[in-house]
């Protein structure tokens, strides 16, 4: 079965730093997503990617994140400068068709960031 | 966006049924209703979807009844290994799907 795979899985960085999170979605599906996940708390919403556009993002989502297709097969979140509240579980997700459509999401097993 | 409520937590034994059940009391009429699942440090897992009536797959059966302000996920049988979060989401006019704080079950031996 078809996979989204994220790396790393592991991503250690100091405040101020910049980091890249990379995701590759599944081949066929047209629709992408970032959450991330506080430990211990609930799954966050943060951007969704279809066309090469952004089309919706939450609050969290501010200046500091932006979000890539760079090539035919790479998503990529970018955050421009960490702070220690950005540490948490960062999960990418693919749709076929976009939740609109009722297509489900598939995620990735995600990339852990740690902050210091 | 519709709001779901599930119970925080549920314990089970190994064998047994489990139904955890979701409100939506302002589920909209394009809305549909998807459970995922979470095992710790994993990404979610779509488990079912269903817009009305009953949905059965070879993991899970989901029960919507005709107002569509509830879903229930039934789980046949559970064992250790579906110890989890369940979620339960609504949409449909969004891309911006919400999880809520989902259902902690518990599968004792």
């Known amino acids: 079965e078809p996979e989204v795979t994220q790396t790393p899985s592991h991503q250690v960085t100091q405040m101020g730093q910049e980091v890249i999170l990379r995701c590759v979605p599944i081949?066929?599906?047209?629709?992408f997503y970032w959450y991330r996940q506080i430990l211990g708390q609930k799954v966050e919403f943060l951007v969704s990617?279809?066309?090469?556009?952004?089309?919706?993002k939450s609050e969290i989502f501010d200046d500091q994140f932006s979000v890539e297709r760079p090539d035919g097969s790479n998503f990529t979140l970018k955050i421009r400068s960490t702070k220690l509240e950005d540490s948490a579980m960062y999960f990418c997700?693919?749709?076929?068709?976009?939740?609109?459509?009722?297509?489900?999401?598939?995620f990735g097993n995600g990339t852990r960031l740690t902050v210091t | 966006l519709a709001k779901t409520t599930q119970p925080i937590s549920m314990d089970s034994y190994e064998g047994q049924e489990v139904n955890i059940t979701c409100s939506h009391n302002?589920?909209?009429?394009?809305?549909?209703i998807t459970w995922y699942q979470q095992f710790p440090s994993q990404g979610p897992r779509f488990i079912i979807q269903?817009?009305?009536t009953k949905v059965t797959n070879e993991v899970a059966s989901l029960f919507i009844p005709a107002d569509r302000k509830s879903s229930t996920l039934s789980l046949p049988r559970v064992s250790l290994s579906d110890t989890a979060v369940y979620y339960c989401?609504?949409?449909?006019?969004?891309?911006?799907?919400?999880f809520g704080t989902g259902t902690r079950l518990q599968v004792f031996p």
């Open positions: 997700a693919s749709s076929e068709q976009g939740s609109t459509y009722n297509s489900p999401l598939h």
């Open positions: 081949s066929n599906h047209l629709y």
């Open positions: 990617f279809y066309n090469n556009e952004i089309s919706e």
């Open positions: 302002n589920i909209a009429t394009n809305d549909y």
């Open positions: 269903g817009y009305k």
């Open positions: 989401l609504v949409g449909g006019n969004t891309d911006k799907l919400i």
